[in-house]
């Protein structure tokens, strides 16, 4: 990770400060001095910099471990999933390329549909340069300035919204600008193992650095509805973390929860959970159960086709190179309510 530090500044990164403080904490509890009780961080800060440089490396490793465990166990399941494959499930330097690619492209899924959703649930009109067809297309490119666009003109209206907390527009330009290298490596394909290695090599902290800063997906949930416990209590499947082991669970949810959302409490409902709100993730995140209903694999939008009365939705199913399509009408609640955002008659 590609975290620097001002030795001439104490303040610069108070997460390192913090891990020293805990770490000398653990080892030989409070330091006081006659009832005085500095820190242990800021002391060895201004004795001894060559130890204060040098224990960095050490808080860097364990920062690093502790994001990948959390992306491994805590985040949506497309991410995830994709994520623990690279680190720990890949059979050569090219497949592990393509996995790395997968994680990319499920985070920027994840974080468009997340805002998407919130603005039909907010009714946040929006204008040009964004467009009802900028929400349907499979520009990986598209759906990053999307969100962006999104965000900017929430905030012009006065509009706050929950996705902005979890992605700032400062990632969103790293973000852009790191898939930049991305199309680099999806549009031409990798000759051998060594150019692989240098690709990942070349993206890897880069990558890692945004995981960190959108640390607050891992405490987003993404639901499949399944029914209603009572009132305020849904049945639910979760997707979180790189298992597709089936997990099923009650869901308590505060009155106003419950009021404010209760529309996308019905059977097909993909829904999403965090600070506080649900919104519904249809029709850029659906699901698919195997042939014997003992799996639930999500499914990630990727373009609408056909004509009337034959109009498709194709998705590509999570952890599976295969892709389907739903009929497009299953939808139309969700395409007219996105029409709307923008003006527009019903689909």
């Not at 910099?49 to 490396?57: C, I, P, R």
């Not at 297309?137 to 999307?146: E, G, I, M, Y």
């Not at 880069?206 to 009132?231: C, F, K, M, P, S």
């Given at each position: 990770?590609?975290?620097?530090?001002?030795?001439?500044?104490?303040?610069?990164?108070?997460?390192?400060?913090?891990?020293?403080?805990?770490?000398?904490f653990?080892?030989?509890?409070?330091?006081?001095?006659?009832?005085?009780?500095?820190?242990?961080?800021?002391?060895?800060?201004?004795?001894?910099?060559?130890?204060?440089?040098?224990?960095?490396?050490?808080?860097?490793?364990?920062?690093?471990?502790?994001?990948?465990?959390?992306?491994?166990?805590?985040?949506?399941?497309?991410?995830?999933?994709y994520?623990?494959?690279?680190?720990?499930?890949?059979?050569?330097?090219?497949?592990?390329?393509?996995?790395?690619?997968?994680?990319?492209?499920?985070?920027i899924?994840?974080?468009?549909?997340?805002?998407?959703?919130?603005?039909?649930?907010?009714?946040?009109?929006?204008?040009?340069?964004i467009?009802?067809?900028?929400f349907?297309?499979?520009?990986?490119?598209?759906?990053?300035?999307?969100?962006?666009?999104?965000?900017?003109?929430?905030?012009?209206?006065?509009?706050?919204?929950?996705?902005?907390?979890?992605?700032?527009?400062?990632?969103?330009?790293?973000?852009?600008?790191?898939?930049?290298?991305?199309?680099?490596?999806?549009?031409?394909?990798?000759?051998?193992?060594?150019?692989?290695?240098?690709?990942?090599?070349?993206?890897?902290?880069?990558?890692?650095?945004?995981?960190?800063?959108?640390?607050?997906?891992?405490?987003?949930?993404i639901?499949?509805?399944?029914?209603?416990?009572?009132?305020?209590?849904?049945?639910?499947?979760?997707?979180?973390?790189?298992?597709?082991?089936?997990?099923?669970?009650?869901?308590?949810?505060?009155?106003?929860?419950?009021h404010?959302?209760?529309?996308?409490?019905?059977?097909?409902?993909?829904?999403?959970?965090?600070?506080?709100s649900?919104?519904?993730?249809?029709?850029?995140?659906y699901?698919?159960?195997?042939?014997?209903?003992?799996?639930?694999?999500?499914?990630?939008?990727?373009?609408?086709?056909g004509?009337?009365?034959?109009?498709?939705?194709?998705?590509?199913?999570?952890?599976?190179?295969?892709?389907?399509?739903?009929?497009?009408?299953?939808?139309?609640?969700?395409?007219?309510?996105?029409?709307?955002i923008?003006?527009?008659?019903?689909?």
């Amino acid at each position: 990770m590609k975290l620097r530090i001002d030795l001439h500044n104490f303040d610069c990164c108070p997460q390192y400060n913090d891990w020293l403080d805990q770490q000398y904490f653990y080892q030989s509890g409070s330091l006081s001095i006659l009832g005085f009780e500095p820190r242990p961080s800021l002391i060895l800060y201004t004795l001894s910099q060559d130890t204060y440089q040098a224990g960095f490396d050490d808080f860097q490793l364990q920062r690093q471990e502790d994001l990948k465990q959390t992306v491994f166990d805590d985040f949506p399941s497309p991410i995830a999933h994709y994520f623990y494959r690279f680190e720990n499930g890949y059979e050569n330097e090219l497949q592990r390329l393509y996995l790395l690619r997968d994680t990319w492209e499920s985070l920027i899924d994840v974080l468009h549909a997340m805002a998407v959703a919130e603005i039909r649930f907010k009714r946040v009109s929006l204008t040009a340069p964004i467009a009802y067809s900028h929400f349907l297309t499979d520009s990986v490119a598209q759906r990053l300035l999307n969100v962006e666009r999104i965000i900017g003109q929430a905030s012009d209206q006065g509009i706050s919204l929950e996705i902005a907390k979890i992605v700032t527009i400062a990632t969103l330009a790293t973000m852009r600008d790191l898939n930049q290298t991305r199309n680099g490596f999806s549009h031409s394909a990798a000759q051998s193992e060594v150019q692989a290695l240098t690709w990942i090599a070349e993206c890897y902290d880069d990558v890692l650095d945004v995981l960190d800063d959108v640390r607050g997906l891992a405490h987003t949930e993404i639901l499949r509805y399944i029914g209603q416990v009572n009132g305020s209590t849904l049945r639910c499947e979760v997707f979180s973390g790189h298992g597709f082991t089936r997990t099923i669970r009650n869901v308590a949810l505060a009155t106003n929860q419950v009021h404010e959302s209760h529309q996308y409490f019905q059977l097909g409902q993909v829904l999403v959970s965090y600070e506080k709100s649900i919104f519904g993730l249809r029709p850029l995140v659906y699901y698919r159960e195997d042939a014997s209903g003992h799996t639930t694999k999500l499914c990630m939008f990727r373009r609408i086709f056909g004509d009337a009365p034959d109009r498709r939705v194709e998705y590509e199913v999570v952890g599976e190179a295969i892709r389907w399509n739903e009929d497009r009408n299953t939808f139309k609640t969700e395409m007219d309510e996105l029409r709307n955002i923008f003006g527009l008659g019903p689909d």
